[in-house]
């Protein structure tokens, strides 16, 4: 008889449980939260150590004194952009200026977002130039050296963003990694330089950048099978049109045909057309600007970077941000200087080294 009783209660246990186990009276999971994803507010600010040295003073908004770097914190700028050059004819831009510069930023908060030139000095559409070291190696050396060096950022810099090659319409590392007639040895050499990145981390991201809109979406097919992260353009409205609705579409129509993030790596304008040094400036006329719309005033500027922060965060679903070249390009020689800034009347501070009003822009919701 016990046994029986026994029997019997676990037969009304099973049938409770199963009871209270139907699916109809379970709770209903809750929807999943959308992910939120973070702005990238960056600036390039890769010659500020050289213009440091000439000891300049830069005030905020209300003419308070403050170092620059606290003045772009304190206003939402949370990445640095630096370029980095294999052996440049100075320290300025070289391994040991940019890990040390990296390691302050690093100090500060910032974020750090290398630009990998691959080159002893600029590299972009219109050069690709192979270091001196590298000049007269075998391609299956190039090939080791590409690994060798990027593995040597990612160990002593540890970037959180990392382009492979910068503004690389033709490719990079000519001849050998040109991408109209070495297509095969282009991709093996950008293949050597993100697997290195990724032998080394599992969080930094890795960014191919081409410069400006027209051909984006073939450049891009050619990539395509290549294991990166993140889309970069530049966009400047001298050399990639007047249009921010073709600018809008091609950053949503890339993003989406590739299913990658997408970021402006590089942009900027002017808030004069003025200038402060003897240093030809690269944009100086109306026919340059975006007109009516953005003129080159103060607030032209501030509200040309408002629309390209809407554009690239805001509107274009897989849009991170932003990235303003440039900024720190104040005419730091002085008003004599022949060969210092290009760039003065396209900083983010003005004349007298005072905080421009597009520098809220960085920060706002």
Not at 48 to 62: R, S
Not at 68 to 91: H, M, Y
Not at 280 to 302: E, F, M, R, S
């Amino acid at each position: 008889m016990k046994q029986i009783i026994l029997s019997y209660l676990l037969l009304l246990a099973l049938f409770i449980f199963a009871a209270c186990s139907d699916d109809s009276n379970d709770p209903v999971d809750p929807t999943p939260e959308p992910e939120t994803k973070e702005l990238i507010a960056a600036m390039d600010l890769s010659q500020l150590p050289e213009i440091e040295l000439a000891n300049p003073t830069f005030y905020d908004f209300n003419g308070n004194e403050k170092d620059f770097l606290s003045i772009v914190k304190e206003n939402g700028v949370n990445t640095v952009r630096l370029r980095l050059w294999v052996d440049p004819e100075n320290e300025h831009s070289g391994f040991n200026e940019v890990k040390t510069f990296s390691d302050e930023l690093k100090s500060k908060g910032f974020d750090i977002w290398l630009t990998v030139h691959y080159s002893d000095s600029w590299a972009d559409p219109g050069q690709q130039n192979k270091p001196a070291r590298w000049s007269d190696i075998s391609y299956s050396a190039l090939k080791d050296s590409v690994y060798a060096y990027t593995d040597k950022i990612m160990m002593e810099i540890s970037p959180d963003y990392i382009q492979i090659g910068n503004e690389i319409n033709p490719g990079f590392l000519l001849p050998e990694g040109n991408i109209q007639n070495q297509i095969f040895q282009f991709l093996e050499l950008m293949e050597q330089g993100i697997q290195a990145v990724r032998d080394n981390s599992s969080t930094t991201k890795i960014m191919i950048h081409y410069a400006g809109l027209d051909n984006a979406n073939w450049f891009f097919n050619v990539v395509r099978n290549l294991d990166y992260d993140i889309i970069g353009l530049s966009y400047y409205p001298i050399w990639h049109g007047k249009s921010l609705t073709s600018l809008k579409t091609t950053m949503t129509n890339l993003s989406e045909t590739f299913n990658k993030e997408i970021v402006l790596a590089e942009t900027a304008y002017p808030f004069t057309l003025d200038w402060n040094d003897w240093t030809n400036n690269i944009v100086g006329q109306n026919d340059q600007l975006i007109l009516p719309d953005y003129p080159a005033t103060k607030t032209g500027q501030q509200q040309f970077i408002e629309r390209i922060k809407q554009i690239s965060f805001n509107e274009v679903e897989k849009g991170r941000g932003f990235c303003y070249w440039g900024a720190e390009l104040i005419a730091w020689k002085g008003p004599e200087a022949t060969d210092a800034s290009p760039w003065e009347n396209q900083a983010v501070f003005d004349f007298d080294n005072k905080a421009l009003p597009v520098v809220s822009v960085f920060g706002e919701e």
